[in-house]
Nanobody
Framework: QVQLVESGGGLVQAGGSLRLACAVS????????VGWFRQAPRKEREFVASVGRSSGITVYADSVKGRFTISRDNAKNSVYLQMNSLKPEDTAVYYC??????????????WGQGTQVTVSS
């Protein structure tokens, strides 16, 4: 069974930075593509970024390109999301997720519990 645990959320002023971490256990982590998703109040959950088996394979939503950086450390079974130049519209619960495979679908099988990010104006 694959388990994901997020950490690093919090309250930050607009223009500030936060770094989220996702610890993954179970399965063969180095084979997984892992993604970050977020859900703001009264909005649908949306894709933020993903990283393939190597940190060189990354995909970003247009809304975060140039501000967020996703990376992974296979030795630590962890994925990170560095968020810079945060905006109030980045306020959401952030989730990491995976299908425990090299492919990440739009509805991954495994999810973390989420971590709250709040950006004040």
């Amino acid at each position: 069974q694959v388990q994901l645990v997020e950490s690093g959320g919090g309250l930050v002023q607009a223009g500030g930075s936060l770094r989220l971490a996702c610890a993954v256990s179970g399965g063969t982590f180095s084979r997984f593509t892992v993604g970050w998703f977020r859900q703001a109040p009264r909005k649908e959950r949306e894709f933020v970024a993903s990283v393939g088996r190597s940190s060189g394979i990354t995909v970003y939503a247009d809304s975060v390109k140039g501000r967020f950086t996703i990376s992974r450390d296979n030795a630590k079974n962890s994925v990170y999301l560095q968020m810079n130049s945060l905006k109030p519209e980045d306020t959401a619960v952030y989730y990491c997720a995976t299908d425990a495979s090299p492919v990440l679908t739009t509805t991954p099988d495994y999810w973390g519990q989420g971590t709250q990010v709040t950006v004040s104006s």
